[in-house]
């Protein structure tokens, strides 16, 4: 971690606690979406290692992990379909039918 970005809060975001804010965020920082390059790998605390994409705020660093349900969601995203909920409600991203990840 940089320092400029010490100060910055870190959540690790699994598909399910995917909110409609996080998810714009993610389509408007890779709008083509993400490849190899972009990916961070990194172990959690229970010593698991996690392949994740990075958006940051102003006071966090969300480490969103990498799953085809996530990437599938971005190539569909459509602001549209997340006016009728809140910013942060992580009901609002549902996985892609007939999908396993």
């Known amino acids: 971690m940089s320092p400029k970005d010490q100060h910055l809060k870190r959540v690790i975001v699994d598909f399910k606690k995917l909110t409609p804010e996080i998810l714009a965020m993610l389509v408007d920082k890779y709008p083509d979406g993400y490849d190899d390059d972009h990916i961070i790998t990194f172990r959690n605390a229970k010593n698991e290692v996690i392949d994740a994409v990075e958006v940051t705020t102003e006071d966090t660093k969300y480490l ?21 909920f809140d910013e942060d409600d992580p009901d609002a991203v549902q996985p892609p039918e007939n999908l396993e990840d």
Do not use: C, G, H, P
């Open 64 to 84: 969103v992990k990498v799953s085809t349900k996530l990437a599938v969601t971005m190539e569909n995203y459509d602001e549209d379909d997340y006016e009728d």
